[in-house]
């Protein structure tokens, strides 16, 4: 859906507004034990905690009073579709295992999705300091009064680059070998991350990220922060990659084809 210059500013503004509901919901819960559930039906364990839930809610309020027409889809209270083609997609702590072991590689993420596409993406470390934005409009940091223009590196090669994923354990078998054959194509690999590893990217500190069994709201802030600085980031087939499933994230293309290259016979088989 188009929209214009001054509507993807007003956006854009408000998507900083929910970043500081969002933190100032998390911040005094960091560090300090939060009540945790379990959410999965199985034997593993997918934490939520208070912190998770009343920064959703928070944002979900806000939304709802300044955009009463658009949809709303958090990890937390899922779905609540709107009238008017527009839908906020919001991780309130991307990265739950992280918060709870109180290191600060997690992020709220906030994405405003036209139906086709995520048009602005936000990732909000408020423990840092550190905000990811990204739209038409431009891909910055901002930290502590600074303004830093996000800009991906050059990598023209595999051997050249460095890779991220936040744990191999998210690969099924036929993925793992897929990854471990261009782990031992790359100059250096590091696990954990998250969201963290994405701006990392987009920051021109990483070069791939590739990850697997992810969901819609885990990747949508994500991608304009990632092809706004430079990058490329798609599913292992190389198409859209805005549902989540299997992503790579890559900040030079050459290195995407690389890499892409080689997840693909998985993808396709």
Avoid at 27 to 47: I, Q, Y
Avoid at 131 to 152: E, K, M, N, Q
Avoid at 190 to 219: H, K, N, T
Wanted: aromatic content about 8%; some cysteine.
């Amino acid at each position: 859906m188009p929209v214009s210059t001054e509507q993807l500013s007003e956006f854009v503004a408000f998507a900083h507004v929910l970043a500081d509901a969002a933190g100032q919901a998390i911040l005094p819960l960091f560090r300090a034990a939060p009540e945790t559930h379990n959410k999965s039906h199985h034997n593993g364990f997918d934490p939520v905690t208070a912190a998770d839930r009343a920064a959703e809610k928070a944002m979900r309020a806000l939304i709802a009073q300044r955009y009463p027409e658009h949809g709303i889809y958090g990890e937390e209270e899922g779905l609540r579709k709107g009238s008017a083609g527009f839908t906020w997609v919001l991780d309130p702590i991307d990265g739950t295992r992280a918060f709870l072991t109180g290191i600060p590689l997690w992020g709220t993420l906030i994405a405003l999705n036209d139906g086709g596409a995520p048009l602005l993406g936000v990732m909000d470390q408020p423990f840092t300091g550190e905000r990811f934005v990204a739209s038409a409009l431009g891909a910055c940091l901002y930290h502590r009064g600074r303004t830093i223009p996000l800009r991906t590196r050059p990598c023209a090669t595999l051997s050249e680059a460095r890779l991220q994923c936040t744990h191999p354990g998210m690969f099924d078998a036929d993925e793992r070998l897929a990854f471990a054959e261009l782990e031992q194509r790359v100059q250096l690999t590091r696990f954990s991350g998250d969201c963290y590893s994405y701006c990392m990217v987009a920051l021109g500190c990483i070069d791939l990220v590739v990850e697997s069994g992810l969901q819609p709201y885990d990747v949508q802030a994500l991608i304009p922060i990632v092809e706004r600085a430079g990058g490329v980031m798609t599913n292992w087939r190389g198409g859209d990659c805005s549902a989540g499933g299997q992503v790579i994230a890559a900040g030079d293309r050459r290195v995407h084809a690389q890499a892409l290259e080689i997840l693909e016979r998985v993808a396709r088989s």
